[in-house]
């Protein structure tokens, strides 16, 4: 089966660096990608890594290791608007076909 | 322009009824996806369509059909609503690619 684990949740202080953790276990692994969700809104697409490293795009950076199973999204020079949900998904080959298997999610509270 | 949509947006009824809701996108995709997020935010996949033929069928009671008329429409239709089917269901697209664009949600409350 496949399974990801996340903290459910994080609290930083505006300007600070947080670190989002997701580990995981699946078969027919392809990459992580990352999602960001506010309340009431839709997931939107942060980052995808399929191979081990760190990817990044403008204040967030994705890294990946392959090899422990586990990678994390790095958010710098927090802003009050990156509070919201954080999800982990891992892409892979499972039952025939490719699925994104979503982690259950880290709350992230930016305080002034 | 709206990439994908979603209607309803919320949609309230009672238990037993039959509800549809209806998603279209216009990124010319050619996968599209539902999913189910209860009230834990935990978003779990439902369906998927490749080019109108059906990929991905998880371990959904038969009471949800998904139809797909053409590669750019996707929808859902519920039978017999249970308490439990209360959630929002986000419909998705993507292409061969890793991303997928989410629709806004449709927020259904069965009473």
């Known amino acids: 089966g496949q399974s990801l684990e996340q903290p459910s949740e994080v609290t930083a202080v505006e300007g600070a660096i947080v670190q989002i953790n997701c580990t995981y276990q699946?078969?027919?692994?392809?990459?992580l990608s990352w999602y960001q969700q506010h309340d009431g809104g839709a997931p939107t697409f942060l980052s995808y890594?399929?191979?081990?490293g760190l990817e990044e795009t403008g204040r967030f950076s994705s890294f990946l290791s392959r090899s422990d199973s586990y990678g994390y999204l790095l958010l710098q020079e927090l802003q009050m608007k990156d509070s919201a949900s954080y999800f982990c998904?891992?892409?892979?080959?499972?039952?025939?076909?490719?699925?994104?298997?979503f982690g259950s999610g880290t709350r992230l509270l930016v305080r002034p | 322009d709206t990439a994908v949509s979603q209607t309803p947006k919320y949609l309230v009824t009672q238990m037993g009824n039959d509800k549809s809701i209806k998603c279209e996108q216009n990124?010319?995709?050619?996968?599209m996806y539902w999913y189910k997020q209860d009230s834990k935010k935990f978003l779990k996949i439902m369906f998927s369509?490749?080019?109108?033929?059906?990929?991905i069928n998880e371990t959904v009671p038969n009471r949800f059909s998904p139809k797909s008329p053409d590669k750019a429409h996707l929808n859902l239709h519920i039978n017999s609503l249970e308490l439990g089917d209360s959630a929002v269901y986000f419909c998705?697209?993507?292409?061969?690619?890793?991303?997928?664009?989410f629709g806004p949600g449709t927020r259904l409350t069965v009473l």
């Open positions: 998705a697209s993507s292409h061969v690619s890793n991303e997928q664009f």
């Open positions: 699946t078969s027919g692994f392809y990459g």
């Open positions: 890594n399929a191979l081990d």
């Open positions: 998904a891992v892409r892979g080959w499972m039952d025939s076909s490719y699925k994104l298997i």
């Open positions: 990124l010319g995709h050619d996968t």
């Open positions: 369509y490749n080019n109108k033929e059906l990929i």
